[in-house]
């Protein structure tokens, strides 16, 4: 009884692995329960948590040592090697008292040789109508290389058992989409034969019982209202051509207070009730369902009762129990910013996802926000004081903001690409249109008044890619330079000049419309991002619609390049551009360890007047700067170029380059129920105007040259940002603080701003 007390009392300080040749020791740690008291910052024994228990008893309690926890610790190491194809790879352990009750845990690993795959075969298989089936399914297999025959790979790689699984997994879901619906895992299996010359090295024959073969059987769905009351009291049946063959039907039952047209229920069966069992086909149906966004999938079976599927009749029927959820809803959320300052703002949305019985979306939103900006940040573009050579000092101010929309979506493809809609590269489809109505306060300008119109086409190809497809974006954009900036350009260049003129055509109201087409590629979790990629890449052309009109309709036969304003929202005619676009996003995370992550993301983007437009728009450009960009520098304030804040510029730019890094390490783990990180992050990158971009004075000299993009000289403009900030992360949010010195700052030269910037934001900055 004294020996398991004195057992239980030894705290596990230190765990080592030692032998692991090709097993890292941070893989070895997942496998393992055997655990010591969290280090801060990964300094050995250093445990701060548990030093505040042993005094104060709050922290975290000690580490005991546990040693049936060790043994099992030792099988899972054992299973995991043999999984790897090391068959002989053995484990021990040693655990050394080097002070009273502080113990060392070593796990000594002998990893042995590793088995290697010398074939790969397959018997078994059911015959094809189509010759052609079974070659391309074995094609692309993860073994498939030289064909030693018709059914047998010469593979000549490490043993390892989940690849093998997954063939054997790839396996059943080739057969059950294939009509032979009882197949199961164990109707596959991977007989492994020694080599005679090589007991290392094994040949692997998957042997194949796919048993009979099924068609889809009927259809029956019922879908209850939001109270599931099971009152069906409205019913219709669908039979023959097109919707199954001859013999089947698809039953309907539905409450009357679920609001829902039984042709909605039924264009979500992607099969045909009488032809081939098709689990993929079965599987992407529940899929539609669930992706309509207004009701909940209860169960989807293949039996009525739920249970296994009668394999004794050749035909399989399906069940879906559904159920509509409320059909109206409101909500109202409060939310802090930092733009220029700190600001705080409230938002209010209407939902009805259910609008016509179609499950469309119709969502009407309103948002306003005030922002408190200081006198330092508005002094960076007040005029300067011609005597002292000072920018004057103005007083602290408000910006205002308010948003007004409206979003009306449908969960398929409309006009017109309704025709796409049962191909196999759609899984899922969205058609939105959205109108919004806006004002706000910038730095620079003011906006009087933005209306916005998207007509948007959403394609979710897979788990990774989707398709997003602008048909028509036209913005109708009406902005004012702030008073300050205009007194800044009328003291530099006089009233009259050439160069204010140019600065504000950029402010007069436009017309912008583009077409853009963009390819996500994504593998991450999109809040915590530590492990796999994600990318966008994008390609636009604008300035097609009002381009149209001014030929067509407003001056036809006759090209101005304005356009009278619509509404009388403007006194001023509508200037526009047309010019092409294109950006790429990369990001790639790396799991170093089970505590760190490093993140990299690489950006480019470059647009291009084009035919006789001279600029591009004011809204369609790339600017730099900001808690999510280049940390160190405000939004918009970054470039173009080297072109100090001090200088006048015409904003944005028609070329962005930009590289981050950040390394993110958990210190403590579940204080306030959130995952403490500190990083490390360097920002470095710019805008440039575009080749096309010029700036004229009044004695003919151009003004951009020390922001236009050069290929022999952009590298020495891009400005680097780096420094250390704390991540809180919860479950579904994280709340980011960084605190940034500007390493090359494009005005004072590399190392010489020692001054800190700090910024705030939600989510990783990428």
Do not use: C
């Not at 706000?440 to 007509?455: A, M, V, Y």
């Not at 593998?523 to 530590?530: F, P």
């Not at 690489?602 to 280049?630: K, M, T, V, W, Y």
């Amino acid at each position: 009884m004294d020996q398991d007390n004195t057992e239980s009392e030894k705290v596990v300080r230190v765990i080592r692995f030692s032998g692991n040749r090709d097993v890292r020791n941070g893989t070895l740690r997942t496998l393992v329960r055997t655990d010591n008291n969290r280090e801060f910052l990964g300094i050995p024994r250093f445990t701060p948590w548990y030093y505040l228990w042993r005094v104060f008893r709050v922290g975290e309690s000690p580490a005991y040592l546990d040693r049936e926890m060790v043994g099992n610790d030792i099988e899972r190491i054992e299973v995991y090697y043999e999984n790897l194809g090391y068959f002989e790879a053995s484990v021990d352990t040693s655990i050394i008292e080097y002070r009273e009750n502080r113990v060392e845990v070593s796990f000594i690993i002998d990893e042995g040789p590793r088995s290697e795959i010398n074939t790969v075969s397959y018997t078994g298989l059911p015959e094809f109508d189509n010759p052609d089936r079974i070659p391309g399914f074995l094609g692309d297999s993860e073994f498939a290389g030289d064909f030693l025959n018709d059914s047998t790979f010469a593979v000549n790689e490490p043993y390892e058992v989940q690849k093998l699984r997954r063939e054997q997994t790839r396996i059943v879901n080739f057969l059950k989409n294939h009509g032979y619906a009882a197949v199961q895992r164990d109707s596959v299996r991977a007989l492994a034969k020694p080599v005679d010359d090589d007991p290392n090295a094994y040949d692997i024959l998957f042997s194949i019982r796919p048993g009979s073969f099924y068609t889809f059987g009927d259809v029956h769905i019922t879908l209850s209202g939001p109270e599931g009351e099971g009152n069906f009291d409205q019913s219709e049946e669908f039979s023959g051509e097109p919707y199954t063959t001859s013999g089947h039907t698809i039953y309907i039952s539905k409450e009357s207070s679920a609001q829902t047209r039984f042709s909605l229920l039924n264009e979500q069966i992607r099969y045909t009730p009488g032809e081939m069992f098709d689990q993929s086909a079965y599987l992407r149906s529940v899929n539609s369902f669930q992706n309509l966004g207004m009701l909940l999938t209860n169960r989807f079976a293949l039996s009525e009762e739920g249970s296994a599927p009668d394999y004794s009749r050749s035909d399989i029927p399906t069940y879906f129990d559904l159920q509509t959820i409320p059909k109206h809803s409101i909500r109202a959320e409060f939310f802090g910013m930092r733009r220029y300052g700190f600001g705080t703002g409230v938002g209010l949305n209407y939902n009805n996802n259910n609008l016509r019985g179609r499950a469309d979306n119709l969502t009407l939103g309103i948002n306003t926000s005030l922002e408190y900006v200081t006198s330092n940040t508005l002094s960076e573009i007040s005029p300067i004081d011609e005597e002292t050579g000072e920018r004057s000092q103005t007083g602290s101010t408000i910006f205002q903001s308010y948003e007004v929309r409206a979003e009306y979506t449908v969960p398929r493809l409309n006009f017109p690409f309704q025709v796409f809609r049962d191909r196999s590269w759609v899984r899922s489809a969205r058609t939105r249109y959205a109108l919004s109505y806006s004002q706000s306060n910038q730095l620079f300008f003011d906006i009087n008044s933005d209306i916005r119109f998207n007509t948007r086409y959403e394609i979710t190809h897979s788990d990774r890619f989707t398709s997003l497809f602008d048909l028509i974006e036209m913005d109708i954009i009406d902005t004012d330079p702030s008073s300050q900036f205009l007194q800044n350009l009328e003291n530099q260049f006089g009233e009259q000049s050439i160069v204010l003129a140019r600065i504000n055509e950029d402010f007069r109201p436009q017309f912008s419309s583009i077409i853009r087409y963009t390819l996500r590629n994504r593998n991450t979790n999109l809040i915590k991002r530590n492990f796999g990629y994600s990318s966008e890449f994008s390609a636009a052309i604008g300035g097609n619609v009002p381009y149209l009109l001014d030929r067509f309709v407003f001056s036809p036969g006759e090209i101005k390049q304005t356009l009278p304003s619509p509404f009388g929202i403007s006194s001023n005619a509508l200037s526009y551009s047309r010019f092409l676009k294109f950006s790429a996003d990369y990001r790639r995370y790396f799991d170093l360890t089970d505590n760190t992550v490093f993140a990299l993301r690489g950006f480019a983007g470059f647009a291009q007047p084009i035919f006789d437009s001279e600029s591009i728009p004011l809204n369609r450009r790339f600017f730099a700067g900001g808690s999510n960009d280049i940390r160190g520098w405000n939004p918009f304030r970054l470039g173009p170029g080297s072109i100090s804040p001090d200088e006048v510029r015409v904003p944005g730019g028609e070329v962005k380059l930009a590289a981050y890094k950040e390394l993110r390490q958990i210190f403590m783990r579940d204080v306030l129920n959130a995952q403490w990180h500190v990083a490390w992050h360097t920002d470095a990158g710019n805008v440039w105007y575009g080749p096309r971009s010029s700036l004229l004075d009044d004695d003919g000299n151009e003004l951009l040259n020390d922001g236009r993009f050069y290929i022999d000289r952009f590298y020495n403009q891009i400005a680097v940002g780096s420094g250390f900030g704390l991540r809180l992360d919860w479950e579904f949010i994280v709340a980011r603080f960084d605190f940034t010195f500007r390493v090359h700052d494009l005005d004072r030269g590399w190392f010489e701003n020692r001054r800190g910037y700090f910024s705030f934001g939600i989510g990783h900055s990428f």
